[in-house]
């Protein structure tokens, strides 16, 4: 199987900090890499596809990048709202894989 | 709007069996592979089953082969989760996923004597 290694698993930024959020393949994943935003009691919602896709409907402050092995969301510019943990999920191979997931707090 | 409306969660003993089903709405069903994903209490994610458009092909982790079943049926736009065989570890939110993309709201399954 491959694992995702996501990094830090906890987070503290200030609104209006530029935020990032890592996770690393344990193979080549080309760029077949989500990442989801997951509030307390909800779904996961789907940020980016593919490494760097947008998602409709979601704020332009959130951003990904990488391909291969190492990827990065990042948040522009921290919002109230955009407290959450953040998962990132490999599609390329089964068994799809999740990283361990970041918990984002305003500091 | 797509909706993903999972049912059939609750508690059930060790050992015992379980049905989990997902009514779709808001898009051609038949046209997309569904999948079921959990989450254990305060735990991470796992991609449990994909299946195919037509049901034709299927895809389990590792740890819930040839005790999880998953099927869809096309006509009534509904995806299930036929689980045998339950184990304490198999307590988690289940949700019904078309893609990754779309997620239903979730459904509990707890696993306990």
């Known amino acids: 199987d491959i694992q995702m290694t996501q990094s830090p698993s906890f987070l503290s930024a200030s609104v209006g900090d530029r935020v990032t959020i890592n996770c690393k393949a344990s193979?080549?994943?080309?760029?077949?890499l989500n990442w989801y935003q997951q509030k307390l009691g909800e779904a996961p919602k789907l940020l980016i596809y593919n490494a760097n896709s947008l998602q409709t409907g979601i704020p332009s402050r959130f951003s990904g990048s990488g391909s291969g092995t190492d990827f990065t969301l990042t948040i522009s510019s921290l919002q109230p709202e955009d407290v959450a943990t953040y998962f990132c999920l490999q599609h390329n191979s089964w068994p799809f894989t999740f990283g361990s997931g970041t918990k984002l707090e305003i500091k | 709007e797509v909706q993903l409306v999972e049912s059939g969660g609750g508690l059930v003993q060790p050992g015992r069996s379980m049905k989990l089903s997902c009514a779709a709405s808001g898009f051609t069903f038949s046209s997309f592979p569904m999948a079921w994903v959990r989450q254990a209490p305060t735990k991470g994610l796992e991609w449990v089953a994909t299946i195919s458009t037509s049901g034709g092909s299927t895809y389990y982790r590792d740890s819930v082969k040839g005790r999880f079943t998953i099927s869809r049926d096309n006509a009534k736009s509904t995806l299930y989760l036929q689980m045998n065989s339950l184990r304490s570890e198999d307590t988690a939110t289940y949700y019904c996923?078309?893609?990754?993309?779309?997620w239903g709201q979730g459904v509990m399954v707890t696993v306990s004597s």
């Open positions: 996923t078309r893609g990754g993309a779309y």
């Open positions: 193979q080549n994943i080309n760029r077949y």
